[in-house]
């Protein structure tokens, strides 16, 4: 069942389709590298939602760890 799922959401990018297949599609994973971010730029900028920008990332990457060592 899970592995279904899986293979759906491989199938087809489904950019703004619904927030929890944005969670599926990594919404909250932080980006590993240039690759990475452009993708997430990308299916930001799809799904129709707020402008996001490089300060923004920067403040969720500072906060992030910030929270983390706490």
Known sequence: MIQNILD?????????????????????ELPNGWKDSLYK?????????EVITWKIILNKLIT???????
């Open 8 to 28: 759906l959401l491989n199938a087809n990018e489904f950019y703004g389709v619904s927030k929890n297949i944005e969670i599926a599609k990594g919404k909250y």
């Open 41 to 49: 730029i990308k299916r930001h900028r799809k799904s129709k939602r």
């Open 64 to 70: 992030n760890r910030w929270q983390i060592k706490q």
